[in-house]
């Protein structure tokens, strides 16, 4: 087992320089470690692999914070902030001590089911699964299968993360304007352009679903950002 976790680690460190991105937007070629080490780890660890169909059948009880079920990215904030599973915390496996109160602060209980992961054979997820079976959760899923999540559904951004695709060309909805969609299915945007729907936290469930109507009508760089139109200006 120790052998084993020893090889975890050091393909992790092969593989720093990429960190397992994932954004909106196509990223760079990413040197990850084999899927069949990874998975062999999880086993190692008694852990669950899942795949991006059962995350998004979770998604509605994600979406309702229904308690049920809460989701973990372990990227590091600079890739995070570009797009992310709707909802998903950001533990940084690198900086787990560091985070970790945070999410205490949530008073999640031990046995709820936390997804890990983007979809991708990285072996920062694993390294909060190591930590987190260490303080006592015991229903962790390792979403480690292909295929990578935003390949299948839309994705969150913070502000920083808006104002880069922004910055990039992408196409805002501000859906303070828009409740309905209407003033953007007008344009005619083009398919594979970035699109960032931009609403009121309070309103989240409503943004989601707004969201979930754009990348359902062909916009598959779809983005949503929780908050102030002013906070990305």
Same mark, same amino acid.
């Given at each position: 087992?120790?052998?084993?976790?020893?090889?975890?680690?050091?393909?992790?460190?092969?593989?720093?320089?990429?960190?397992?991105?994932?954004?909106?937007?196509?990223?760079?070629?990413?040197?990850?470690?084999?899927?069949?080490?990874?998975?062999?780890?999880?086993?190692?660890?008694? %852990?669950? @692999?899942? #795949?991006?169909?059962?995350? *998004? =059948?979770?998604?509605?009880?994600?979406? !309702?914070?229904?308690?049920?079920?809460?989701?973990?990215?372990?990227?590091?904030?600079?890739?995070?902030?570009?797009?992310?599973?709707?909802?998903?915390?950001?533990?940084?496996?690198?900086?787990?001590?560091?985070?970790?109160?945070?999410?205490?602060?949530?008073?999640?209980?031990?046995?709820?089911?936390?997804?890990?992961?983007?979809?991708?054979?990285?072996?920062?997820?694993?390294?909060?699964?190591?930590?987190?079976?260490?303080?006592?959760?015991?229903?962790?899923?390792?979403?480690?299968?292909?295929?990578?999540?935003?390949?299948?559904?839309?994705?969150? %951004?913070? @502000?920083? #993360?808006?104002?880069?695709? *922004? =910055?990039?060309?992408?196409?805002?909805? !501000?859906?303070?304007?828009?409740?309905?969609?209407?003033?953007?299915?007008?344009?005619?945007?083009?398919?594979?352009?970035?699109?960032?729907?931009?609403?009121?936290?309070?309103?989240?469930?409503?943004?989601?679903?707004?969201?979930?109507?754009?990348?359902?009508?062909?916009?598959?760089?779809?983005?949503?950002?929780?908050?102030?139109?002013?906070?990305?200006?």
């Amino acid at each position: 087992m120790k052998k084993f976790l020893f090889l975890i680690l050091a393909l992790s460190l092969l593989s720093i320089t990429s960190i397992c991105s994932a954004q909106v937007v196509s990223g760079p070629s990413i040197a990850l470690p084999p899927a069949e080490v990874i998975l062999n780890a999880c086993k190692e660890m008694g %852990v669950e @692999a899942v #795949g991006g169909e059962y995350v *998004i =059948s979770r998604m509605d009880d994600l979406i !309702n914070k229904s308690g049920k079920v809460f989701i973990i990215d372990a990227r590091p904030a600079r890739t995070y902030n570009d797009g992310f599973i709707p909802t998903a915390f950001n533990m940084y496996d690198a900086k787990f001590n560091l985070i970790y109160p945070e999410l205490e602060k949530l008073n999640l209980p031990k046995d709820t089911e936390i997804l890990i992961g983007i979809g991708r054979p990285c072996p920062m997820s694993l390294g909060d699964i190591k930590r987190l079976k260490a303080k006592g959760f015991t229903n962790l899923k390792a979403f480690v299968k292909a295929p990578v999540f935003f390949e299948k559904y839309f994705s969150e %951004v913070t @502000a920083k #993360g808006a104002k880069k695709h *922004i =910055s990039n060309g992408a196409v805002v909805v !501000n859906l303070t304007d828009d409740a309905d969609l209407s003033k953007f299915f007008a344009t005619n945007t083009e398919k594979d352009k970035i699109v960032v729907l931009i609403g009121s936290a309070d309103n989240a469930k409503t943004n989601y679903r707004l969201a979930d109507k754009v990348y359902k009508a062909g916009y598959k760089n779809t983005a949503v950002f929780n908050g102030n139109i002013k906070d990305i200006k």
